[in-house]
């Protein structure tokens, strides 16, 4: 079942947490593919590492669209896929995923995935490794900043889908790449813990991180 637009009317950060465990559906030529998303960050208008936080521009227009708005920008020169939620300015990133099989998206179309996103030098990128980053899960899942900046999802050709599943234990931790100076201490990533090796960064796995500190359990 399709996330009706009220999912996205919550807080950022329980919007975020929500997610763990959806499924992106893309139509791809005549095939769906599909992930499950096992990392996501939150960000809020008074956020310093929000993009919305520098003031209302048309490239982040998406941001300040009505919650469930899709919100795509580059990074480093490739595709990042977001979500308007909350209040005005507030968004969550699709960190990561993991390749999703069932009835409406087969085994076969891991391959088709695989082909839109190989490695640099062109061999098959593994599976684990195909989704594991926001610019790969987009690359993996062929959606691009110019098809669906500021658009709203639908059943027919890109949604994000509620199958019952919920997570035995989500990591809520620190986000990534966040400059010290603009709010990189606040806990607003979220990790399904059974996929956290597939995520971008694994917090239990670095030797100095601390339960309770660098990373809780919810």
């Not at 990042?80 to 995923?97: F, R």
């Not at 900046?149 to 035995?168: A, L, R």
């Not at 956290?196 to 796995?205: G, M, V």
């Amino acid at each position: 079942m399709m996330l009706p637009p009220d999912f996205f009317c919550q807080d950022a950060c329980k919007v975020a947490q929500a997610l763990i465990g959806k499924i992106i559906r893309r139509k791809y030529k005549q095939q769906w593919l599909a992930a499950r998303i096992i990392e996501t960050e939150a960000y809020y208008l008074n956020d310093k590492a929000s993009h919305s936080s520098l003031g209302y521009t048309e490239k982040r227009k998406a941001m300040f669209m009505p919650p469930g708005t899709i919100y795509m920008y580059y990074a480093r020169g490739h595709a990042s896929l977001n979500i308007s939620c909350g209040n005005k300015g507030d968004a969550v990133l699709i960190k990561s995923a993991f390749p999703f099989v069932d009835k409406l998206s087969p085994q076969n179309n891991i391959k088709t995935m695989q082909q839109l996103n190989p490695e640099k030098n062109g061999m098959t990128r593994s599976i684990e490794k195909l989704c594991a980053g926001q610019t790969l899960l987009c690359k993996a899942l062929e959606l691009t900043v110019s098809e669906w900046d500021q658009q709203q999802f639908d059943t027919q050709h890109f949604y994000i889908d509620d199958i019952n599943y919920i997570p035995g234990q989500i990591i809520q931790t620190t986000r990534l790449g966040i400059p010290l100076d603009r709010d990189a201490h606040l806990h607003y990533r979220f990790i399904d813990y059974d996929y956290a090796q597939y995520s971008t960064k694994n917090p239990l796995t670095k030797r100095d991180n601390m339960a309770g500190y660098d990373y809780i359990l919810v």
